[in-house]
């Protein structure tokens, strides 16, 4: 080989083992934006963390207080306050699953209110939605929906955030960030979220709207109960009356005029069905009443 040809094929080696460099070099440094990049990434991830990360999480409520202060809880040696809410919930079971529910849209919907704040509209949401949960095949969501003074969640020990508030008002909370499993496998729960200026218009919102379809379509088998503001103290109240399909007027025995009752009935009016409840109460109603404190009625208009 001649020293030309020698020298042209050290100049091709060269040139070879340089793009070879160059290669290696790209593939290292590319290697190494990308690890910077991965890395930034995954420190960006959580800035706001979820807060239903775990979905299995189940929140232990303190039943034994909840018994102490006169509440049907698991366990409950109250079996006249067992019984009523048996009473109560039947009619309201068979609107929403039984041959009752012909001819009520969203029947497996249930208003809990008042007409007036301290009637015991809360006391009475959170049993019937005991005595509904403890049903072998029969599961309920209750929901704080007195967005302005919500009593669910602080009755039952749940601290949680975010909301029904959170939810209606935000685009980037889901359901499944806003419900609270409980200790009873039948029993879930959607606390009222943060206090908002303009609630009675996010209640009444489109969006609103839609989930209390997709609750009552999505779930035919699950009874929701709202525990909603009295009617005659916040607006609130009659704008959820009208999403739902069941209302049940808590009355506070011999206590609410019944002028006050009425009015409260009229806002009512348009509802394919509404109970009543006389809490309070010392005397029988009638000969099927346990005389605890409970009874339950029908408004016919």
């Known amino acids: ?69 006169g509440f049907a809880a698991p366990g409950s040696s109250n079996t006249e306050a067992i019984e009523e809410y048996r009473n109560i919930k039947r009619p309201l079971v068979n609107n929403a699953f039984g041959k009752g529910s012909e001819g009520i849209v969203r029947a ?12 015991g509209k809360t006391f009475t949401a959170i049993n019937l939605a005991l005595s509904i949960a403890n049903e072998r095949d029969k599961k309920v969501l209750l929901i704080d929906a007195d967005v302005a003074r ?15 508030i959170e939810y209606l008002d935000g685009a980037d909370i889901n359901f499944s960030d806003i419900i609270v ?15 908002h200026k303009y609630s009675t218009e996010l209640l009444s ?24 503001p009295p009617l005659l103290a916040a607006t609130q109240g009659e704008v959820l009356a009208k999403l739902v399909g069941q209302v049940v007027l808590v009355i506070e025995a ?28 010392k005397r029988n109603m009638d000969i099927n009443y346990y005389g605890y404190g409970y009874g339950y009625g029908q408004y016919v208009n």
């Not at 990308?34 to 299995?56: A, F, G, Q, Y």
């Not at 189940?58 to 039943?63: L, S, Y």
């Open 205 to 228: 919102s489109n969006k609103m709207a839609l989930f209390v379809e997709e609750l009552s379509n999505r779930y035919p088998d699950r009874l929701v109960i709202f525990d909603s």
């Open 181 to 195: 499993r409980t200790s009873i496998p039948g029993l879930s729960v959607i606390p009222a979220g943060k206090l």
């Open 1 to 69: 080989m001649s020293i030309i040809e020698k020298a042209i094929n050290k100049s091709i080696q060269d040139e070879a083992n340089s793009d070879s460099n160059l290669k290696h070099f790209a593939e290292k440094e590319s290697n190494e934006i990308k690890k910077v990049t991965v890395e930034d990434t995954l420190k960006s991830i959580k800035v706001m963390p979820d807060v239903n990360d775990d979905k299995n999480i189940v929140f232990d409520i303190d039943w034994k207080r909840l018994s102490d202060i």
């Open 150 to 164: 919500p009593s669910v969640s602080k009755v039952l020990g749940i601290n949680h955030s975010p909301g029904l």
């Open 108 to 119: 497996n919907l249930i208003l809990i209110t008042s007409s007036l704040p301290r009637e």
């Open 254 to 281: 011999e206590q609410t005029l019944q002028n006050v009752v009425m009015e409260s009935v009229e806002k009512l009016a348009s509802c394919d069905v509404v109970l009543a409840v006389f809490n309070k109460t």
